[in-house]
Protein backbone atom coordinates (compact mmCIF):
# COMPACT_ATOMS: atom_id res chain seq x y z
CA UNK A 1 0.00 0.00 0.00
CA UNK A 2 1.46 3.56 -0.94
CA UNK A 3 1.98 5.69 1.89
CA UNK A 4 0.14 8.61 -0.21
CA UNK A 5 -1.12 12.01 1.76
CA UNK A 6 -5.16 11.95 1.40
CA UNK A 7 -6.78 15.69 1.58
CA UNK A 8 -9.60 15.16 3.17
CA UNK A 9 -10.90 18.97 4.86
CA UNK A 10 -10.64 18.41 8.41
CA UNK A 11 -13.75 18.35 11.34
CA UNK A 12 -13.73 19.76 14.72
CA UNK A 13 -15.46 16.20 15.73
CA UNK A 14 -12.78 13.84 14.60
CA UNK A 15 -10.16 17.05 15.92
CA UNK A 16 -12.29 15.93 19.08
CA UNK A 17 -12.46 12.03 18.90
CA UNK A 18 -8.38 12.50 18.22
CA UNK A 19 -7.58 14.56 20.54
CA UNK A 20 -9.14 12.24 23.31
CA UNK A 21 -7.28 9.06 21.77
CA UNK A 22 -4.26 11.03 21.80
CA UNK A 23 -4.46 12.54 25.04
CA UNK A 24 -5.49 9.19 26.48
CA UNK A 25 -2.42 7.37 24.70
CA UNK A 26 0.20 10.06 25.82
CA UNK A 27 -1.29 10.08 29.77
CA UNK A 28 -0.62 6.39 29.91
CA UNK A 29 3.20 6.79 28.17
CA UNK A 30 3.41 9.68 30.86
CA UNK A 31 1.81 7.14 33.42
CA UNK A 32 4.27 4.27 32.47
CA UNK A 33 7.65 6.79 31.89
CA UNK A 34 7.09 6.96 36.13
CA UNK A 35 7.33 3.26 36.66
CA UNK A 36 9.98 2.94 33.96
CA UNK A 37 12.15 5.59 35.50
CA UNK A 38 11.22 3.97 38.81
CA UNK A 39 13.50 0.48 37.47
CA UNK A 40 15.77 2.35 35.14
CA UNK A 41 16.97 5.15 37.58
CA UNK A 42 18.97 1.77 39.52
CA UNK A 43 20.41 0.67 36.41
CA UNK A 44 21.98 3.96 34.62
CA UNK A 45 24.37 6.18 36.47
CA UNK A 46 24.28 9.67 36.27
CA UNK A 47 27.90 9.67 34.71
CA UNK A 48 26.59 7.37 31.56
CA UNK A 49 23.61 9.77 30.85
CA UNK A 50 25.95 12.80 30.68
CA UNK A 51 28.67 10.71 28.75
CA UNK A 52 25.42 9.91 26.21
CA UNK A 53 24.20 13.82 26.30
CA UNK A 54 28.11 15.08 25.23
CA UNK A 55 27.63 12.57 22.21
CA UNK A 56 24.36 13.42 20.99
CA UNK A 57 25.71 16.75 20.89
CA UNK A 58 27.96 15.79 18.77
CA UNK A 59 25.18 14.93 16.50
CA UNK A 60 22.94 17.77 16.69
CA UNK A 61 25.25 19.65 15.52
CA UNK A 62 25.32 17.93 11.72
CA UNK A 63 20.91 17.45 12.55
CA UNK A 64 21.07 21.33 12.76
CA UNK A 65 23.06 21.84 9.17
CA UNK A 66 20.38 19.09 7.39
CA UNK A 67 16.96 19.63 9.06
CA UNK A 68 15.83 22.07 5.94
CA UNK A 69 12.16 21.86 7.82
CA UNK A 70 10.97 18.91 6.13
CA UNK A 71 8.66 17.61 8.59
CA UNK A 72 6.88 21.37 7.53
CA UNK A 73 7.11 20.95 4.14
CA UNK A 74 5.10 17.42 4.86
CA UNK A 75 2.36 19.02 5.67
CA UNK A 76 1.78 21.93 3.33
CA UNK A 77 -1.48 21.22 1.57
CA UNK A 78 -0.47 22.73 -1.77
CA UNK A 79 -3.20 24.05 -4.33
CA UNK A 80 -1.84 21.53 -6.86
CA UNK A 81 -2.04 18.61 -4.98
CA UNK A 82 -5.70 19.27 -3.40
CA UNK A 83 -6.88 19.76 -6.94
CA UNK A 84 -5.65 16.25 -8.03
CA UNK A 85 -7.87 13.41 -7.28
CA UNK A 86 -5.09 10.67 -8.15
CA UNK A 87 -2.56 9.87 -5.03
CA UNK A 88 0.56 10.03 -7.36
CA UNK A 89 1.56 13.53 -6.95
CA UNK A 90 1.02 13.89 -3.42
CA UNK A 91 3.03 10.54 -3.09
CA UNK A 92 5.77 11.64 -5.23
CA UNK A 93 6.17 14.34 -3.00
CA UNK A 94 6.44 12.44 -0.01
CA UNK A 95 8.52 10.20 -1.57
CA UNK A 96 11.49 12.70 -2.28
CA UNK A 97 11.39 14.43 1.03
CA UNK A 98 11.70 10.74 2.64
CA UNK A 99 14.46 9.93 0.10
CA UNK A 100 16.20 12.89 1.18
CA UNK A 101 15.64 13.03 4.99
CA UNK A 102 16.91 9.40 4.27
CA UNK A 103 20.55 9.59 3.13
CA UNK A 104 21.07 12.89 4.81
CA UNK A 105 20.65 11.20 8.13
CA UNK A 106 22.35 7.93 7.32
CA UNK A 107 25.27 10.35 6.89
CA UNK A 108 26.68 10.52 10.35
CA UNK A 109 26.18 6.95 11.10
CA UNK A 110 29.49 6.77 8.17
CA UNK A 111 30.89 9.07 9.47
CA UNK A 112 31.14 8.00 13.01
CA UNK A 113 32.35 4.35 11.45
CA UNK A 114 35.02 6.20 9.42
CA UNK A 115 36.15 8.04 12.19
CA UNK A 116 35.94 5.84 15.22
CA UNK A 117 39.94 6.19 15.70
CA UNK A 118 39.14 9.86 16.29
CA UNK A 119 36.77 10.01 18.58
CA UNK A 120 38.46 8.61 22.29
CA UNK A 121 36.95 7.26 24.90
CA UNK A 122 33.42 8.20 24.02
CA UNK A 123 33.73 6.53 20.77
CA UNK A 124 30.41 3.73 21.34
CA UNK A 125 28.59 6.91 22.56
CA UNK A 126 28.85 8.78 19.43
CA UNK A 127 27.84 5.58 17.24
CA UNK A 128 25.04 4.86 19.26
CA UNK A 129 24.01 8.67 19.17
CA UNK A 130 23.91 8.49 15.43
CA UNK A 131 21.90 5.47 14.81
CA UNK A 132 19.52 6.68 16.91
CA UNK A 133 19.76 9.64 15.29
CA UNK A 134 18.83 7.51 11.89
CA UNK A 135 15.84 6.04 13.12
CA UNK A 136 14.46 8.71 14.74
CA UNK A 137 14.61 11.39 11.95
CA UNK A 138 13.28 9.09 9.52
CA UNK A 139 10.78 7.44 11.23
CA UNK A 140 9.57 11.23 12.64
CA UNK A 141 8.92 11.74 9.14
CA UNK A 142 6.73 8.60 8.57
CA UNK A 143 4.80 9.26 11.47
CA UNK A 144 3.74 12.78 10.28
CA UNK A 145 2.22 11.15 6.71
CA UNK A 146 -0.03 9.36 9.27
CA UNK A 147 -0.50 12.51 11.31
CA UNK A 148 -1.64 14.51 7.86
CA UNK A 149 -4.21 11.70 7.13
CA UNK A 150 -5.62 12.32 10.51
CA UNK A 151 -4.28 8.76 11.20
CA UNK A 152 -2.90 9.71 14.88
CA UNK A 153 -4.68 6.79 16.43
CA UNK A 154 -2.83 4.08 13.88
CA UNK A 155 0.61 6.62 14.98
CA UNK A 156 0.17 6.38 18.71
CA UNK A 157 -0.48 2.68 19.08
CA UNK A 158 3.18 2.04 17.38
CA UNK A 159 4.38 4.87 19.73
CA UNK A 160 2.89 3.31 22.81
CA UNK A 161 4.35 -0.22 21.72
CA UNK A 162 7.32 1.04 21.07
CA UNK A 163 8.37 2.25 23.91
CA UNK A 164 7.18 -0.42 26.16
CA UNK A 165 8.67 -2.79 24.50
CA UNK A 166 12.17 -0.72 24.24
CA UNK A 167 11.65 -0.50 28.27
CA UNK A 168 11.13 -3.93 28.65
CA UNK A 169 14.49 -4.40 26.42
CA UNK A 170 16.24 -2.17 28.59
CA UNK A 171 15.42 -4.38 31.69
CA UNK A 172 16.42 -7.46 30.22
CA UNK A 173 19.51 -6.06 29.61
CA UNK A 174 20.42 -4.98 32.95
CA UNK A 175 19.30 -8.17 34.24
CA UNK A 176 22.47 -9.86 32.15
CA UNK A 177 24.83 -7.29 33.44
CA UNK A 178 25.04 -4.93 30.23
CA UNK A 179 25.91 -1.33 31.96
CA UNK A 180 26.56 1.97 30.60
CA UNK A 181 24.81 1.99 27.14
CA UNK A 182 21.15 0.87 28.49
CA UNK A 183 19.98 4.67 28.24
CA UNK A 184 21.15 5.17 24.73
CA UNK A 185 19.90 1.68 23.72
CA UNK A 186 16.22 1.77 25.02
CA UNK A 187 16.31 4.84 22.75
CA UNK A 188 17.51 3.78 19.93
CA UNK A 189 15.13 0.47 20.12
CA UNK A 190 12.39 2.39 20.62
CA UNK A 191 12.62 4.76 17.22
CA UNK A 192 13.91 1.75 15.35
CA UNK A 193 10.76 -0.52 17.01
CA UNK A 194 8.66 2.37 15.80
CA UNK A 195 10.04 3.14 12.17
CA UNK A 196 9.69 -0.63 11.47
CA UNK A 197 6.52 -0.93 12.69
CA UNK A 198 5.28 1.59 10.79
CA UNK A 199 6.80 0.48 7.46
CA UNK A 200 5.15 -2.97 8.49
CA UNK A 201 1.88 -1.49 8.73
CA UNK A 202 1.67 0.76 5.84
CA UNK A 203 3.53 -1.61 3.53
CA UNK A 204 5.27 -1.15 0.34
CA UNK A 205 5.95 3.00 0.42
CA UNK A 206 8.33 3.63 -2.85
CA UNK A 207 8.45 1.71 -5.96
CA UNK A 208 12.29 1.60 -5.76
CA UNK A 209 13.10 0.86 -9.33
CA UNK A 210 11.72 4.52 -9.98
CA UNK A 211 13.81 5.80 -7.79
CA UNK A 212 17.06 7.98 -8.67
CA UNK A 213 19.23 10.55 -7.08
CA UNK A 214 18.99 13.17 -9.17
CA UNK A 215 14.77 12.61 -8.37
CA UNK A 216 15.38 12.50 -4.76
CA UNK A 217 18.20 15.52 -4.70
CA UNK A 218 18.05 17.76 -7.90
CA UNK A 219 14.06 17.70 -8.29
CA UNK A 220 12.44 21.40 -8.76
CA UNK A 221 10.24 20.53 -6.30
CA UNK A 222 12.70 19.85 -4.08
CA UNK A 223 14.44 22.86 -4.32
CA UNK A 224 11.38 24.94 -4.31
CA UNK A 225 10.07 23.71 -0.77
CA UNK A 226 13.62 24.10 0.73
CA UNK A 227 13.66 27.85 -0.46
CA UNK A 228 10.11 28.15 0.72
CA UNK A 229 11.23 26.37 4.54
CA UNK A 230 14.85 25.83 4.65
CA UNK A 231 16.06 28.49 4.25
CA UNK A 232 14.25 31.18 6.37
CA UNK A 233 14.23 28.76 9.16
CA UNK A 234 17.86 27.46 9.05
CA UNK A 235 19.63 30.02 11.66
CA UNK A 236 16.48 29.39 13.95
CA UNK A 237 17.16 25.22 13.32
CA UNK A 238 20.68 25.71 14.22
CA UNK A 239 19.76 27.82 17.45
CA UNK A 240 17.71 24.76 18.77
CA UNK A 241 20.99 23.05 19.46
CA UNK A 242 22.02 25.97 22.07
CA UNK A 243 18.45 25.93 23.16
CA UNK A 244 17.60 22.20 24.19
CA UNK A 245 21.01 20.23 23.76
CA UNK A 246 23.93 22.34 24.42
CA UNK A 247 23.72 23.11 28.23
CA UNK A 248 23.80 19.16 29.19
CA UNK A 249 27.18 18.94 27.14
CA UNK A 250 28.25 22.43 28.77
CA UNK A 251 28.18 21.22 31.98
CA UNK A 252 29.66 17.96 31.08
CA UNK A 253 33.12 19.27 30.64
CA UNK A 254 32.78 22.74 32.64
CA UNK A 255 31.25 20.90 35.78
CA UNK A 256 31.23 16.97 35.33
CA UNK A 257 29.24 13.94 33.95
CA UNK A 258 27.86 13.61 37.06
CA UNK A 259 26.69 17.39 37.07
CA UNK A 260 25.40 17.23 33.81
CA UNK A 261 23.46 13.73 33.94
CA UNK A 262 21.59 14.89 37.13
CA UNK A 263 20.64 18.06 34.82
CA UNK A 264 19.88 15.48 31.91
CA UNK A 265 17.55 13.53 34.37
CA UNK A 266 15.66 16.43 35.91
CA UNK A 267 15.16 18.05 32.50
CA UNK A 268 13.76 14.72 31.02
CA UNK A 269 11.33 14.18 33.86
CA UNK A 270 10.08 17.76 33.91
CA UNK A 271 9.46 17.71 30.32
CA UNK A 272 7.18 14.77 30.81
CA UNK A 273 4.50 17.13 30.40
CA UNK A 274 4.98 17.84 27.19
CA UNK A 275 3.69 14.79 25.88
CA UNK A 276 0.18 16.65 26.14
CA UNK A 277 1.70 19.53 24.30
CA UNK A 278 2.81 16.79 21.68
CA UNK A 279 -1.39 15.83 21.31
CA UNK A 280 -2.26 19.44 20.92
CA UNK A 281 0.44 19.69 18.10
CA UNK A 282 -0.40 17.05 16.20
CA UNK A 283 -3.88 17.87 15.96
CA UNK A 284 -3.34 21.73 15.52
CA UNK A 285 -0.87 21.34 12.66
CA UNK A 286 -2.65 19.55 10.05
CA UNK A 287 -5.63 22.05 10.50
CA UNK A 288 -2.90 24.61 10.41
CA UNK A 289 -1.78 23.52 6.83
CA UNK A 290 -5.01 23.11 5.56
CA UNK A 291 -6.05 26.40 6.65
CA UNK A 292 -2.80 28.82 5.48
CA UNK A 293 -3.14 32.51 5.53
CA UNK A 294 -6.92 32.19 6.89
CA UNK A 295 -5.85 34.08 9.83
CA UNK A 296 -9.64 33.96 11.44
CA UNK A 297 -9.96 30.08 11.08
CA UNK A 298 -5.84 30.12 12.81
CA UNK A 299 -6.73 32.60 15.39
CA UNK A 300 -9.95 30.10 16.25
CA UNK A 301 -7.58 26.77 16.28
CA UNK A 302 -4.72 28.83 18.38
CA UNK A 303 -7.16 29.91 21.10
CA UNK A 304 -9.19 27.18 21.77
CA UNK A 305 -6.04 24.95 21.60
CA UNK A 306 -4.21 27.01 24.13
CA UNK A 307 -7.05 27.66 27.01
CA UNK A 308 -7.87 23.60 26.71
CA UNK A 309 -4.21 23.14 27.28
CA UNK A 310 -3.93 25.69 30.03
CA UNK A 311 -6.95 23.46 31.91
CA UNK A 312 -5.39 20.14 31.18
CA UNK A 313 -1.29 21.33 32.06
CA UNK A 314 -1.37 23.90 34.55
CA UNK A 315 -2.58 21.89 37.46
CA UNK A 316 -0.63 18.52 36.59
CA UNK A 317 2.56 20.65 36.41
CA UNK A 318 2.57 22.52 39.36
CA UNK A 319 1.05 19.52 41.73
CA UNK A 320 4.17 17.22 40.26
CA UNK A 321 6.60 20.45 41.48
CA UNK A 322 5.26 21.19 44.88
CA UNK A 323 5.62 17.31 45.44
CA UNK A 324 8.67 16.74 44.18
CA UNK A 325 10.61 15.65 47.29
CA UNK A 326 7.90 12.99 47.68
CA UNK A 327 7.95 11.20 44.40
CA UNK A 328 11.21 11.79 42.94
CA UNK A 329 13.50 10.11 46.16
CA UNK A 330 10.73 7.32 45.75
CA UNK A 331 10.91 6.96 42.07
CA UNK A 332 14.76 7.62 41.29
CA UNK A 333 16.62 6.35 44.47
CA UNK A 334 19.41 7.64 46.66
CA UNK A 335 22.16 8.40 44.50
CA UNK A 336 19.86 10.60 42.60
CA UNK A 337 18.65 13.03 44.96
CA UNK A 338 20.40 16.10 43.64
CA UNK A 339 17.70 16.02 41.36
CA UNK A 340 15.11 17.72 43.61
CA UNK A 341 15.61 21.33 43.68
CA UNK A 342 17.00 20.97 39.37
CA UNK A 343 13.70 19.50 38.73
CA UNK A 344 11.89 21.92 40.63
CA UNK A 345 13.19 24.71 38.95
CA UNK A 346 12.99 23.20 35.63
CA UNK A 347 9.38 22.68 35.87
CA UNK A 348 9.27 26.35 35.08
CA UNK A 349 10.96 25.62 31.91
CA UNK A 350 8.24 23.26 31.24
CA UNK A 351 5.50 25.11 31.45
CA UNK A 352 6.31 27.92 29.34
CA UNK A 353 7.81 25.53 26.53
CA UNK A 354 3.97 23.67 26.88
CA UNK A 355 3.11 26.74 24.98
CA UNK A 356 5.81 27.74 22.61
CA UNK A 357 6.37 24.08 20.95
CA UNK A 358 3.16 24.38 18.89
CA UNK A 359 3.49 27.44 17.86
CA UNK A 360 5.81 27.04 15.32
CA UNK A 361 3.08 25.29 12.87
CA UNK A 362 1.12 28.28 13.43
CA UNK A 363 3.39 30.51 12.39
CA UNK A 364 5.25 28.28 9.63
CA UNK A 365 2.48 26.90 8.03
CA UNK A 366 -0.58 29.29 9.02
CA UNK A 367 1.01 32.51 8.61
CA UNK A 368 3.26 31.26 6.04
CA UNK A 369 6.30 32.94 8.44
CA UNK A 370 8.67 30.58 8.79
CA UNK A 371 11.36 32.93 9.45
CA UNK A 372 9.40 34.48 12.41
CA UNK A 373 10.00 31.43 14.03
CA UNK A 374 13.52 31.48 13.29
CA UNK A 375 14.25 34.93 14.68
CA UNK A 376 12.38 34.09 18.22
CA UNK A 377 14.41 30.71 18.10
CA UNK A 378 18.07 32.98 17.49
CA UNK A 379 16.87 35.57 20.27
CA UNK A 380 16.52 32.53 22.58
CA UNK A 381 19.81 31.30 21.71
CA UNK A 382 21.85 34.24 22.08
CA UNK A 383 20.36 34.49 25.65
CA UNK A 384 21.38 30.83 26.73
CA UNK A 385 24.90 31.70 24.95
CA UNK A 386 25.48 35.23 27.02
CA UNK A 387 24.88 33.37 30.17
CA UNK A 388 27.60 30.92 29.44
CA UNK A 389 30.68 32.40 31.07
CA UNK A 390 28.22 32.89 34.36
CA UNK A 391 27.49 29.61 34.48
CA UNK A 392 31.20 28.55 33.59
CA UNK A 393 32.40 31.14 36.29
CA UNK A 394 29.76 29.61 39.22
CA UNK A 395 29.99 26.01 37.85
CA UNK A 396 26.39 25.23 39.51
CA UNK A 397 23.86 23.63 38.02
CA UNK A 398 21.06 24.91 40.11
CA UNK A 399 22.29 28.54 38.39
CA UNK A 400 22.05 26.73 34.79
CA UNK A 401 18.68 25.58 35.50
CA UNK A 402 17.49 28.93 36.77
CA UNK A 403 19.03 30.57 32.91
CA UNK A 404 17.53 27.43 31.24
CA UNK A 405 13.90 28.82 32.87
CA UNK A 406 14.47 32.31 32.48
CA UNK A 407 15.17 31.93 28.73
CA UNK A 408 12.44 30.00 28.12
CA UNK A 409 9.88 32.44 29.79
CA UNK A 410 11.48 35.50 27.66
CA UNK A 411 11.38 33.74 24.57
CA UNK A 412 7.39 32.22 24.97
CA UNK A 413 6.64 35.89 26.51
CA UNK A 414 7.87 37.30 23.26
CA UNK A 415 6.76 34.89 20.61
CA UNK A 416 2.87 35.08 22.10
CA UNK A 417 2.95 39.15 21.94
CA UNK A 418 4.03 38.88 18.28
CA UNK A 419 1.06 36.16 17.80
CA UNK A 420 -1.21 38.61 20.00
CA UNK A 421 -0.43 41.41 17.52
CA UNK A 422 -0.48 39.88 14.48
CA UNK A 423 -4.14 37.63 15.02
CA UNK A 424 -5.18 40.78 16.35
CA UNK A 425 -6.91 38.79 19.72
CA UNK A 426 -8.64 40.46 22.08
CA UNK A 427 -10.03 39.62 25.65
CA UNK A 428 -13.37 39.41 23.81
CA UNK A 429 -11.59 36.87 21.63
CA UNK A 430 -10.52 35.27 24.65
CA UNK A 431 -13.96 34.73 26.51
CA UNK A 432 -15.94 33.92 23.24
CA UNK A 433 -13.63 31.11 22.54
CA UNK A 434 -13.85 29.86 26.34
CA UNK A 435 -17.87 30.02 26.01
CA UNK A 436 -17.19 27.62 22.52
CA UNK A 437 -15.08 25.34 23.92
CA UNK A 438 -17.74 24.67 26.85
CA UNK A 439 -20.22 24.28 24.48
CA UNK A 440 -18.92 21.87 22.11
CA UNK A 441 -17.40 20.02 25.05
CA UNK A 442 -20.98 19.97 26.21
CA UNK A 443 -22.38 18.72 22.94
CA UNK A 444 -19.28 16.50 21.96
CA UNK A 445 -19.95 14.43 25.47
CA UNK A 446 -23.75 14.33 25.30
CA UNK A 447 -22.95 12.73 22.12
CA UNK A 448 -20.84 10.16 23.17
CA UNK A 449 -22.91 8.57 26.45
CA UNK A 450 -26.04 8.91 23.76
Known amino acids: MGLGLRTAQPSYPVAEHLFLILLSGQFLQF ?40 ETAAFEATPEANNLSSQAPQQCHFSVLFWFRFFTSLAPLIIVILLRCLLGTVKLYFFLAALFFFFDRVGNLLKIALDKNFAQATAIKWELGSFIGSNFLLF ?42 GSCFFSAHLRNLLKKYAFPALSGIFANVFIYDFLPFFLSISVSSHAAGLFAKAFSLACLPLLITTVFNRITTPLYGYHMHNLARCKSI ?29 LLGARWHGVIPIYRILAVYAFCRSFYDDLGSLISLGLGQPSMMAKNQLFHA ?32 RLWYYLFEVLQITAKDIWANIINLKNRGVGFVGKTIS
Not at 37 to 47: D, G, K, Q, T
Not at 51 to 65: M, R
Not at 172 to 188: A, D, R
Not at 398 to 409: K, V
Open 172 to 213: FLGGLGVGGVLFSVQQICEKMFLLLGMLWYRGTIFNLEKFTF
Open 302 to 330: FLQSQILKVVVLLPGIFFLQQTANLWLPL
Open 31 to 70: FLSFIFSFASSRLISPEEIGSWSQAFFGIKIYASLTDFSL
Open 382 to 413: AMVVLSLPLLFYCKSVLLAAGFCSLCMLLACA
